[in-house]
């Protein structure tokens, strides 16, 4: 009898232990496959294998993504083959930054193959390591700041009116251009990739326009509340259109060393980690000082990197950690740039009446609440599914203490 008891007891504890351990292999894998997270640096330095793969290996080790940024490496076939042989071998993701379509033709000197064939062999070679491409730098800052590469301008003829007089019409040509020229690299690719940029404002009409995830700049001598904006305006609109997002940590001056310190550099990418970025990017451009092999990129902020690896795996659950409880609404088409309270609304019309209140209200939300707040926009049938997900709505036209 007490040799039954001692066998069922036995039968008993196996099959508590094999549904425990079914169970957290679930549960972690559910994990991974809802919270993907991914840290690594954008290569733009350099041009040649040899340079890319220096670089990989000092980081493989506390990364798990590299950006291939440099347009001259991605001309050269056989170097963009051998560098993405590489960083798949070294068991890494990547995004592939490509210029015009065009340009990867051997009539214009440039490249001389057809880079949509290249991004469905590069799916089916590399499978899920390949994440994406990135296409159009900074649409929305090239906008704003009325740049030649701005994709609305007072004399645009494409599917609306010449000059455009509201925000409406020019938040339709904006988000219509925009969705144009990315659903050619969809269909010609059968849907196989995602696309990426990065940019400094007006990132809700960036996903409207179709993007799968906008990397948020942080920028020259930006303050911590000028980068908690930044998440709160890149979040809000990822989060409306159900699509990830990320930070891109670029110069922190415009004279070398360019980037900021190590210790700033751990503390924003803890920021943007906590706050759930799905993507936390180092931008690396130029060299300097000029025999370094790690464009500038430097050991103090390599220690730094390695440092948030180490912390984020040993505490993963504080990703989202700071995720936002609060939502501010302004205008739809309201284009506002959002970098002081006289900025221009979609580059092309001055600051209106509301504009003052609107950063106002912007600077008072993020002094209380950080970045617990996302900023999105009244648009129906987007925000309409996501208000019920915050503690607190404000709108821009009621007051707000």
């Known amino acids: 009898m007490n040799r039954k008891y001692v066998i069922l007891a036995t039968v008993l504890l196996i099959v508590l232990i094999s549904l425990s351990l079914f169970l957290a292999v679930n549960v972690l894998k559910k994990q991974t496959a809802t919270s993907p ?3 690594g640096v954008e290569f733009a330095y ?11 290996d000092k980081v493989e080790n506390y990364s798990n993504l590299i950006v291939i940024g440099s347009i001259d490496l991605t001309f050269n076939r056989t170097a963009l083959d051998e560098s993405c042989d590489y960083i798949f071998n070294s068991g890494l993701n990547f995004i592939v930054l490509f210029t015009s379509y065009t340009m990867y033709n051997a009539s214009n000197g440039w490249g001389s193959y057809t880079i949509f064939d290249w991004i469905v062999a590069a799916r089916q070679k590399y499978g899920d390591q390949f994440l994406g491409i ?18 609305i301008n007072n004399t645009s003829t494409f599917s609306y009116p010449d000059n455009p007089t509201g925000y409406a019409e020019v938040s339709e040509g904006y988000v219509g251009y925009l969705t144009a020229m990315l659903d050619n690299y969809f269909i010609r690719t059968n849907y196989t990739t995602k696309i990426f940029t990065a940019d400094y404002g007006l990132y809700w009409f960036d996903y409207n326009g179709s993007y799968n995830a906008v990397f948020g700049e942080f920028l020259v001598n930006q303050s911590s509340i000028s980068k908690q904006l930044t998440i709160a305006l890149d979040r809000g609109a990822a989060e409306s259109f159900n699509r990830n997002w990320g930070i891109i940590l670029t110069y922190s001056s415009l004279e070398p060393p360019y980037l900021e310190n190590g210790t700033a550099m751990l503390q924003d990418m803890l920021t943007s980690y906590h706050a759930g970025a799905t993507y936390i990017v180092v931008f690396d451009y130029p060299t300097y000082p000029a025999t ?3 464009g500038i990129l430097s050991q103090d902020q390599f ?6 690896w180490n912390q984020i795996h040993s505490n993963p659950s504080s990703f989202d950690s700071s995720k936002a409880r609060v939502a501010y609404v302004v205008p739809e088409n309201y284009g506002f740039g959002f970098r002081n309270p006289d900025d221009t609304i979609w580059g092309l019309f001055p600051a209106d009446g509301v504009s003052s209140k609107i950063w106002n209200d912007t600077e008072f939300l993020l002094g209380k609440y950080g970045t617990n707040l996302n900023i999105i926009y009244d648009e129906p049938g987007v925000i309409d599914p996501t ?15």
Not at 48 to 55: C, P, T, V
């Open 37 to 39: 997270f991914y840290v």
């Open 46 to 56: 350099g041009s040649q294998f040899s340079q890319l793969k220096a670089l990989v």
């Open 134 to 151: 990135y296409r159009f730098d900074e649409p929305g800052g090239n906008q704003l700041d009325k740049t030649q590469f701005m994709l």
């Open 292 to 294: 370094n092999p790690y």
């Open 303 to 308: 220690s730094a990197m390695e440092n948030f």
């Open 387 to 401: 208000l019920k997900d915050y503690e607190k709505v404000f709108y821009w036209n009621q007051t707000i203490t």
